[in-house]
């Protein structure tokens, strides 16, 4: 199911066999939260971006148009025509961090909705049973997302608490990927490592969790406020507890840099809203460092955001017409930066895949690191 190609120090090139195809890691996933990139990308945009892996969220999904009509739709796949891998969140992260009201007992949480205060009930079982409907290639499990910092004592419990759903969410996937009518029978589930910023209890949980032998280990809990140094940290020390053999995700992360650090320190999944949220307000990601496509620099520039890049954007539009429709309030600005964007963010990822075939990650992750996060001056 998941097999490493090649190594470079930490640095780790595989192939994820799915259901819905193949996926080449390591790998970003392109987030549509509600199945759909915000921005006015369609699913056909998608392919024209390169990406793999489409993210979409239980908890929003659940929420609205419900996950029972996309089962008598067909499935995630067929409601927004996708015949790639997608990947659904459990929905515990937006539980944690969007509902006002909560309370957690071991059976789950019960919490109000964001949208219309409804009161729901969302525990291990019941998130399978939504990702189940959905039909996604993989599912994540229903964890707690914890506040960083938060009190040793709370975070241990919580680390227990998740591991023990963890085992219900093996359980009840095990028995849903049985049931007659299943819209993906060979749904896939990964496990979520919790810890807060302790080191031990990170080590420990992780030491735990790989003992299900699940499809796939996930690092969750970080990009959540902390020091950037101090995430990096935690991965340096999670990573040799994670089995050598299954993928490893980041959750939730993030900048070029941070794809590059992750790479280096043995990740080989990653998602985050960054790319198409930055592009939403004209902020870009180049291999010349970071742009604002609104500044008055670009008001006659006719060259394209990247030269050389092959997004649909730059291969049609220059700089200073994007920039008039940002001023214009046209949402074709928006969109064609979002495409820029994600088209940036797979490309990184093949040239990253590239440099790793070749023996030459190091010599990449040194030419970048620096220049990605900058601002450009070009």
């Known amino acids: 199911m998941f097999e490493i190609l090649k190594t470079e120090g930490s640095a780790r090139r595989g192939r994820m066999h799915t259901v819905h195809g193949v996926i080449e890691t390591p790998v970003f996933m392109n987030v549509g939260t509600s199945a759909a990139i915000k921005g006015g990308v369609s699913t056909m945009d998608l392919r024209d971006v390169n990406c793999q892996v ?16 996309i089962y008598r739709m067909g499935g995630l796949h067929k409601f927004f025509n996708w015949d790639k891998p997608i990947l659904t969140d459990s929905g515990g992260f937006q539980v944690f961090s969007l509902a006002k009201l909560r309370k957690i007992t071991e059976e789950g949480v019960r919490f109000n909705s964001h949208m219309d205060g409804a009161r729901i009930f969302m525990g291990p079982e019941e998130s399978m049973q939504i990702q ?10 229903f964890d707690e997302c914890v506040e960083n910092p938060s009190p040793y004592r709370y975070v241990k419990d919580s680390c227990d608490r998740t591991y023990r759903w963890l085992c219900r969410c093996r359980d009840e996937m095990n028995r849903l990927n049985s049931l007659e009518g299943t819209v993906n029978p ?4 990964f496990g979520i490592g919790q810890g807060g910023t302790y080191d031990d209890l990170r080590i420990d949980h992780m030491k735990r969790i790989r003992e299900l032998d699940l499809a796939g280990y996930a690092i969750g809990g970080l990009a959540v406020g902390e020091e950037t140094e101090v995430m990096y940290h935690i991965i340096e020390q999670v990573e040799p507890h994670m089995p050598k053999d299954k993928p490893r995700y980041l959750m939730g992360v993030g900048t070029p840099q941070n794809l590059l650090e992750g790479v280096r320190r043995g990740v080989d999944f990653f998602d985050c ?12 990601f180049t291999w010349h460092g970071k742009m604002n496509i609104n500044n008055e620099q670009y008001f006659a520039d006719p060259r394209p955001i990247d030269e050389g890049c092959g997004c649909p ?9 994007i920039r008039h429709l940002f001023k214009a309030r046209e949402a074709l600005g928006m969109r064609l930066c979002v495409l820029h964007n ?8 093949q040239k990253i895949r590239d440099a790793l075939d070749e023996g030459k990650f190091e010599d990449f992750y040194r030419t ?3 220049i990605l996060g900058a601002r450009s001056v070009n």
Do not use: K, W
Request: with cysteine; charged share 15%.
């Open 54 to 69: 489409e993210l979409s969220n239980t908890y929003h999904l659940h929420i609205r148009p419900g996950d029972d009509l």
């Open 132 to 141: 189940s409907h959905l039909g996604s290639t993989i599912a994540m499990a």
């Open 186 to 189: 060979s749904q896939l589930l």
């Open 273 to 284: 809203v960054m790319p198409s949220r930055n592009a939403r307000h004209g902020n870009l």
């Open 313 to 321: 954007a730059c291969r049609h539009y220059s700089r200073s017409y």
């Open 342 to 349: 994600l088209y940036f963010y797979n490309e990184l990822m």
């Open 368 to 370: 970048h690191i620096d």
